[in-house]
């Protein structure tokens, strides 16, 4: 766990360049539409992959791993930026303009059943959160939020992490926005 901390907190006073990343979709087929990557219910984006380029040119990949039947985040110094040509249907590669780029000022680091289950940043003023968990559609369409399960969602408004229907535990006091 020490050493997963400390690979996000390499990246306290890097600079983020840009971003981009795998994301998946919240729902498979929306009224025979295809994949449904937006909803305005829904405050974050859900991801399978994300990788900062920093100021050097080098990058840092986020990703999950799991521990018994928990997910947590993983930092992954140098990680290739995957092929956007690869990705189709329910993923989509893109360049996530809407992450925050400029100096990382913070990094905080949350553990809880012993994984990394979230880390906040501070990058140019902005807040940036990251939680292992996913979205599951429900036989109703509704959206069911897990913690601690194998995607990545990215709120860039952290107090929005506290106001969506968890169905997995999140504690309160993990405010870091």
């Known amino acids: 766990m020490a050493e997963r901390s400390r690979e996000f907190e390499s990246l306290r006073g890097r600079r983020v360049e840009s971003w981009v990343g795998v994301e998946m979709a919240l729902r498979e087929d929306v009224t025979g539409h ?3 990557f937006v909803d305005p219910e829904v405050p974050c984006l859900q991801l399978i992959r994300l990788h900062a380029t920093l ?26 930026v995957l092929d956007a040509d690869r990705w189709a249907g ?4 893109r360049p996530l303009t809407e992450l925050p780029v400029g100096q990382v000022d913070e990094v905080t680091v949350f553990v809880d059943d012993c994984v990394l289950a979230e880390v906040g940043l501070r ?8 939680i292992a968990a996913e979205l599951a559609e429900t036989p109703t369409g509704r959206l069911s939020f897990r913690r ?13 992490a506290n106001q969506v229907p968890w169905a997995t535990a999140r504690p309160a006091e993990w405010s870091c926005g």
């Open 90 to 93: 329910i993923y989509r590669w």
């Open 123 to 130: 990058i140019g003023a902005r807040p940036l959160l990251l």
């Open 34 to 36: 295809g994949a449904q």
């Open 148 to 160: 601690l399960d194998e995607s990545i969602l990215a709120f860039t408004d952290p107090a929005s």
């Open 55 to 80: 100021e050097d040119g080098s990058t840092m990949g986020v990703t999950t791993y799991q521990d018994d039947a928990e997910f947590g985040l993983r930092a992954c110094p140098g990680a290739q």
